[in-house]
């Protein structure tokens, strides 16, 4: 089965590639020559996984899915959530937004934080959602270099390391999107099934 996945991040890319069947061709919105920015404006991360994929499947008519991640932390009322990518606002790096929430955690005892992913599938026409989160807490300092993202300030509940400290395939086993993704998987092997 051909599935286009939403996205222009190869670190997500690679994740979900590693996870999918082999019966299953990924492609990007890129080789089919979307290449502008997808819009993901909405004020939930359904909303935004739901525009996402629409975006891209009004345009080829293609199945295809897109996901959206937020980190939400319980001190800041689930802050930055559907704000993650933009916490430090426009235009800033993920480095800015890590300072940021650092700095906004100075002090902080309630370290209690997950990130939660929405993945939208549009199969044959139709829309279907799946949703992964993963519990655990908010460091004090950046630990581990691999991941992407705030992976470096997230340690998972139970774990003695953040995700930038784990290799892929232990974060996929117990992470937001790794959960998400394997519900898409048995979904569309109960369909080709
Ligand atoms: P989006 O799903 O691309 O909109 O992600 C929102 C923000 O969360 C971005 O800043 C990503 O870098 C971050 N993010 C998404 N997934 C992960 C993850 O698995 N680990 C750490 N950060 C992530």
Not at 33 to 61: C, F, M, S
Not at 164 to 178: P, Q, T, V, Y
Request: glycine share 8%.
């Amino acid at each position: 089965m051909n599935l286009i996945f939403a996205t222009n991040n190869l670190h997500k890319l690679e994740e979900v590639s590693t996870m999918l069947n082999k019966s299953i061709v990924l492609s990007t919105p890129k080789q089919w020559g979307i290449v502008d920015d997808i819009p993901e404006d909405q004020l939930t991360l359904e909303g935004n996984a739901l525009q996402k994929v629409r975006y891209v499947h009004e345009r080829l008519r293609e199945n295809c899915f897109a996901d959206d991640t937020g980190l939400e932390v319980e001190a800041l009322n689930g802050a930055p959530g559907v704000r993650s990518a933009r916490y430090a606002e426009q235009a800033k790096s993920m480095q800015d937004n890590m300072e940021k929430l650092l700095r906004e955690m100075a002090g902080v005892a309630n370290r209690n934080a997950r990130f939660r992913t929405v993945i939208a599938l549009i199969l044959h026409g139709k829309e279907h959602l799946f949703e992964g989160e993963v519990k655990g807490e908010i460091l004090c300092e950046k630990m581990g270099c691999k991941g992407f993202g705030y992976d470096p300030v997230f340690r998972p509940l139970g774990y003695e390391v953040t995700f930038a400290e784990m290799d892929l395939n232990e974060k996929n086993s117990i992470s937001h999107r790794g959960k998400a993704v394997r519900q898409l998987v048995n979904f569309l092997n109960q369909c080709a099934g």
